[in-house]
């Protein structure tokens, strides 16, 4: 794809901003809100957001605003406006190391994911501990020929 379809798409997925004449926000009830997962190995391109997802009591999925209020957009490449902060782990149960985050469609369950990241460094999450992405945590459509 191009540079600045990709940039149209992001702004779709991300902010709802339509694309003249090939899509559109305007349905009746559009999702107002993306969900941000943590994920302990590569859910894949087939996985859900449930594959490999962090665990312990307290975890939970977080929720960001589908605006432009959420989601900043240069170019193809993607960032969470504010850090995203997720439930602290107070329990000694569960945790792990997180190597990889999604953005997807529930809050719980296995949704489908719309873009998946690596999470440099990456965060080990255990007793005590709140797990957090930086606004400068990027996803990045790809536009390159990769020689297909």
């Not at 798409?9 to 926000?25: C, E, M, P, V």
């Not at 489908?112 to 990027?138: C, H, I």
């Amino acid at each position: 794809m191009s540079n600045d379809f990709a940039a149209a798409l992001a702004k779709l997925i991300f902010q709802g901003t339509a694309i003249a004449g090939i899509a559109s926000n305007a349905t009746a009830a559009p999702k107002d809100r993306l969900y941000m997962a943590l994920h302990t190995g590569n859910p894949g391109a087939a996985g859900k957001q449930s594959v490999s997802e962090l665990a312990y009591p307290e975890y939970a999925r977080v929720e960001v605003m589908r605006t432009a209020g959420g989601w900043s957009i240069v170019g193809n490449v993607v960032r969470p406006v504010a850090p995203v902060e997720f439930p602290g782990m107070v329990t000694n149960v569960g945790g792990g190391n997180v190597t990889h985050f999604t953005v997807g469609e529930l809050a719980a369950g296995a949704g489908m994911v719309y873009m998946r990241g690596t999470v440099t460094p990456n965060l080990n999450v255990g007793w005590g501990d709140t797990p957090r992405l930086l606004n400068s945590t990027t996803l990045t459509l790809v536009t390159d020929d990769d020689g297909v």
